[in-house]
């Protein structure tokens, strides 16, 4: 790729005496060969942005690197995020555009233009936007209607009626649809309450791995617009994402809790039933979440409280036992001053 | 479906001037429309009863909604699942009975009744019963019995010797009778312990997505009657999970761990190995569980220990900070009236 | 099998006078028939040892059990994991050496002794080594390179270039090679940053099922030579797990942290990225580890420290309501003191 295509797509341009170079990849410092472009996304690197051995480097706007082109940006980081897309590999995995051994309903509606991979299951009445990729033994269940450029990773599972958005991405192993967790009990055994609601998930949203994410009660489970969703999360029925919301690995939300916008959940973290999480909340990892929390705020611990005070209460418990020893000895010493006083 | 139908799978009888509707579903109070039951579980949304749209609603014995034909029954929220499975789509998603992409071992013994969808794999000598219904891409390996009237969904994997009982359900991505995590150890390195037994569902137990369930070792991992798992559960090998006991989503069971009847784990909980947890108990959400834990005892926290008592440490905690300035203070006040008293 | 066979394995000698026995299988001391073989490798179960049915058993040396021939080794649970292996069912589940369903790229290079089940997809440019067995509707992507005498469990996913070694164990709905979680922000919104790099599994690991390893950015994840890996583990982008480390179910490693080797991570416990955990260094079940440990530390708790430590801030923590109240008690009297010695 040559430079002057990245400097376009960052919106910057090269300077004036740069040459045009041919550029292979993208890589870090260290891993940079002579003809790689690196990225400086943080000042305290600037030594190893030196030794770095690529041609080119993104930068601050107002950084120079001696010996190398600079590409001047606000954000280095969001400029490699960019540029590695550049570099992405695009083609299907499988022979195309729908490998012979997929087996695809003849009342389902694919656009001329979806790839779908071997062993790939599409059922009754699909709808299937262009330009979208589906991989090896995914199940594609009856009345699913799927966006265009949309990715759906080899040992993707969408179970009927789902709605997916254009430009997602879902990876293998996930679950999109299956069914939530909800039983009335009758002489001391459960009765299973069926969910009639589906899953409705945005444009531009990518959900990782092995996720799995229940169909609604009645009205949909929703991830919108630009949500981020990584590996092994759960998302219980009739959970709505907010938009540009990102939560880490293992995340379990539970049952009608809703997302704003924003949010964002670190790993492990567990959200109850019924909550509202307001707009550009933060939750720390593995915190566990029994109320609602207040746009904006950030918590963390279990049960989760406000983070600062939290952090102190963690502190202060490294000082309980030798606390507790105090106390001790200040009741024995109020005592002998007690008889003492007498 | 008309309303009397509907009368008599919850055993209650359409008052007397009632016209027998048709109900075209059953929606919740706010989501319901003309031709809609609904159902009153709780009375604090009385108002919102009122004001539902639904013809007809299921109600607590002795409470009337004017202007809606009023089921009366003991207990609403059983009456919704009830007739939330009336209205079920029952129909399989895929052209049966079996798709003629599966792949059926020769020796396998499959009742007619049984529907099997595209690109499922059965193995050698396995028997499945009447009116099981197995979705796409799942893999039966050899020697598994499923009983009848189960429901086995898309990509589902159950490994050799398995057995399943009546009426199970087990949904998409879930693992069953992989093999436990047991390692001897040789100069600082691994060797692997091979598991001989199997899993064991019994009848009417429900198992939620990507969950994994291993093998035993000797004897089989027990789940039993009526027992609920939810989606991303670990079981590890020769758990046993009692009757009707219920777990939420995300946790994990460590190897030879037993639960009583009626036993409720709530999200992410853990539970150490060889444990014995009592009919009835009950661990609150993210505990982390060390210890036996007695028929009907309520614990959470980690170390998980008594609920009310870990509520009052979780209370005090939030004045520690605090109470540590407090007992510096109390102990210069101290010294200086010892300095005083001398 | 012969015992003789047995003995062989365990390199010890049958006592002299012991008939070599064909054994049936080994068993748990309590569930050993006669033409067992069992093992006794903790002497508090000596009398169950005694009592078992079995006709020989595994011993430390210098134990004898009475009428049982006795195969005597240093470590009766190590012999208990050999002979298992021994007794293995060795035999594929489906019909081979590649069923007739499997889906195989011409340009792979797939050696003639591997096996592959039916529904499995193997994509271009893959090489599979000798005496490999892969399950049933698996799919193993483009250029990915297997090993030697691996076992590949059924609904597998392995994405494009993963290296496997040899003798490695993948369970059934892992998938090796997904994506990393990894974003640039632009306006509010999130950016993808694709992951150029691949997942390198060692020789003699194991890894068990649900689990997710992404792919590294740039350079490779790494789980090195005989890790073990429970069930619904996530290893993120760029993690390293150290040589004969083992990790339990539930797990989460955040991206770049490096595990050294014999690490030990119980069940559910979670690692901030950039981490370095040291060679021999234990965390306890349910831990959130925010910042390195040192090589041969044990920690626990949440944020995870010293584990002695942290048992004593455990047990300490039960008496924080009392020493509450007993602090308010010694404010008080210490005021009325005050007043008297005034």
Redesign the interface.
């Known amino acids: 790729m040559k430079l002057s295509e990245i400097a376009h797509c960052l919106n910057c341009s090269l300077p004036g005496a740069a040459p045009d170079l041919d550029i292979l990849?993208?890589?870090?410092l260290e891993?940079a060969g002579e003809k790689s472009i690196t990225f400086l996304s943080n000042n305290k690197f600037i030594d190893d942005a030196r030794n770095s051995k690529a041609a080119a480097i993104i930068v601050k706007k107002g950084i120079v690197i001696e010996g190398k082109i600079n590409l001047e940006v606000d954000?280095p980081?969001?400029g490699?995020?960019?540029t590695?897309?550049l570099?992405?590999e695009k083609e299907p995995?499988?022979d195309g555009p729908i490998?012979p051994?997929a087996?695809i309903d003849p009342t389902a509606a694919i656009d001329v233009s979806v790839w779908i991979?071997?062993?790939t299951?599409v059922?009754?009445s699909c709808v299937i936007d262009k330009h979208t990729n589906i991989?090896?033994?995914?199940?594609i269940?009856?009345s699913t209607k799927i966006g265009s450029n949309c990715r759906i990773?080899?040992?993707v599972?969408i179970?009927?009626k789902s709605v997916i958005g254009n430009r997602v991405?879902i990876?293998?192993?996930?679950?999109i649809g299956?069914?939530g967790?909800?039983?009335?009990?009758?002489n001391?055994?459960?009765?299973?309450?069926?969910c009639?609601g589906t899953v409705v998930v945005e444009d531009?949203v990518?959900i990782?791995?092995?996720?799995?994410v229940?169909r609604g009660?009645?009205?949909p489970t929703i991830i919108r617009r630009?949500a981020?969703i990584?590996?092994?999360v759960?998302i219980?029925h009739n959970v709505e994402v907010g938009e540009?919301s990102?939560m880490?690995?293992?995340v379990?939300i539970?049952g009608s809790t809703r997302l704003g916008k924003?949010v964002l959940l670190a790993?492990?973290v567990?959200l109850?039933g019924h909550l509202t999480i307001g707009d550009g909340a933060f939750v720390g990892?593995?915190a566990?979440v029994?109320k609602n929390v207040e746009p904006g705020q950030k918590v963390t611990?279990?049960?989760a409280?406000d983070l600062m005070?939290t952090r102190?209460?963690?502190?202060?418990?490294?000082?309980?036992?030798e606390?507790?020893k105090?106390?001790k000895r200040?009741?024995k010493?109020?005592e002998q001053?007690?008889d003492?006083?007498l």
């Open positions: 990849n993208i890589s870090s891993h954000d980081y969001l490699y995020a960019k590695a897309q570099f992405e995995l499988f490998h051994s087996i991979g071997p062993g299951i059922g009754k991989g090896a033994n995914c199940v269940e009856n990773d080899s040992g599972i179970r009927r991405i990876q293998s192993g996930t679950v299956s069914e967790f909800g039983n009335a009990v009758e001391g055994t459960f009765v299973r309450i069926p009639f531009d990518e990782g791995a092995n996720v799995t229940d009660n009645f009205t630009g981020r990584d590996n092994l759960q219980a540009h990102a880490a690995a293992q379990g539970s924003g790993g492990q567990g109850a990892a593995k566990g029994s611990g279990y049960p409280r005070k102190r209460v963690e502190a202060a418990q490294l000082n309980l036992p606390m507790m105090e106390v200040l009741r010493e109020l001053l007690k003492n006083t």
